[in-house]
């Protein structure tokens, strides 16, 4: 499979280009050439296990010899504390794929340990280095250092909003000892961060010169780890159901995991309705429901990895959405950079893609939502998997279930819990074991030149 970059200014690429360089050079994203009709295999796939059914996904889109890609993808799943991966429990009226089993309990997880293999598998048959710049919200940074750390040919810089993630949060990666992990605490918000991992980005020279590479949702690689567990997530419901379609709800921040699943859905998954869940961060939902997509400034809240208002994965779909025309998605991305806004033109009540539904779960809502699935059915959710669950109780049908994507364990969030249930009991062995542990960190201004300085400083 080839990839072409969603601002059309390149020529097609291979998988491996694609995954090692992240962002296409002239500041698009990567997409696959085209979409595989997966129809005439859903029933055999119905029954496979993960480790076999991610195998089948995927080897339609990475040009790898099967038994290496067996390999990686058996040796990421092995990491996963849950026989079946992500496992599906029906509770209180929705279906909850849980998506948190993996080493730092976050679904990025299921992405991020598939890529810190390939990584080091073209690596080491390229002998080449790679040095992984990222900005994360919280969640990718830990996933992303447990993907790689200790990983030959790999050093990984992660840039965080200093204060802004939960302390667990900022534990599970300043604690990891490894030599090849850098944790930089910048003050300012994730945006700034994003924006900055961006702007060194799109510096081609100081890119080529330091071997850059991305593992933020806009790789390609953790595009594609995900589409699996909407096959198998899916496949459990409609087991478990006798159902023939389902609703799925996603708690969404930078329209990484939701893409997923709609490309799942073009793929011919039999998904009625995909469903955008946001906090009070609702740039995403806005747009769906009236076409403008209009940057609004963050606001911090308890699920700190959807406090996004520019989604990065949002090109991808755009280009779909236009018609697979990168000029208009060029000129749609240069009005937006210039003016914070970008219309879509013809968007009556129905929203913009009658694919998609969109809903904001304000705080109080997300804390009811947890007070209410624990006190009633003895079931924890983290604050994202929350918003999601409110969301998607809004647009529940007699006639198909509806999947839930749990995206945090509650211990990351155990705060939050606590404010929700009025008790201390989210906790989880792995992030008790970190609490005296001793952290490195750098703290940054949200300046490009201050990161920039710190890479070269770093990188011999
Ligand atoms: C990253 C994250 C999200 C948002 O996922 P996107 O792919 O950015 O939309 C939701 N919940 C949790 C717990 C996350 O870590």
Known sequence: MNYISTRGGETAVDFQTAVL???ARDGGLFLPAEIPDVRPELTAWASLDYSALALEVMRRFA?????????????SYATFRHPDVTPVVPVN??????????????????????????????LAQSGRRLNILAATSGDTGSAAIAGVRGRRGIRIFVLYPHGRVSPAQERQMTTVPDNNVFCLAVRGSFDDCQTIVKTIFNDLAFRDRYELGAVNSINWARLLAQIVYYFYGAFRVM??????????????????????????????????????????????ARFFNTGVYRRGTVQATLSPS?????????????????????REVCRLMETFAHSGKLRLDGVTGAGVDPLFAAGTCMT??????????????GYLLDPHSA????????FLSPAEPMLALATAHPAKFSEAICKATGRDIAHHPVLDALANLPQRRTVLPAETEAVRAFLREHIP
């Open 63 to 75: 040009d790898l010899p099967a038994d290496d890609l067996r390999a990686m993808i058996g040796g």
């Open 364 to 377: 109080a809502d997300a804390l009811a939502t947890i007070r209410e699935f624990y006190e009633q059915h």
């Open 306 to 326: 959807m406090d996004i208002q520019v989604a990065s994965n949002f090109e991808r779909y755009l280009y779909y959405l236009v018609g697979c025309d990168p």
């Open 21 to 23: 360089t992240g962002l």
């Open 93 to 122: 009226g929705v279906h909850i794929l849980e998506l948190f089993h993996g080493p730092t309990l976050a679904f990025k997880d299921v992405a991020l340990q598939f890529l810190g293999r390939v990584f080091e598998y073209y």
């Open 239 to 284: 087991a478990q159901t006798g159902a023939r379609t389902v609703r799925i709800v996603v708690p969404t921040g930078n329209f990484g995991d939701i893409f997923a699943g709609y490309l799942a859905a073009r793929m011919g998954l039999p998904i009625s309705r995909m469903i955008l869940a946001t906090n009070e961060n609702d740039i995403l």
């Open 387 to 394: 918003v999601g669950v409110h969301v998607g109780r809004q």
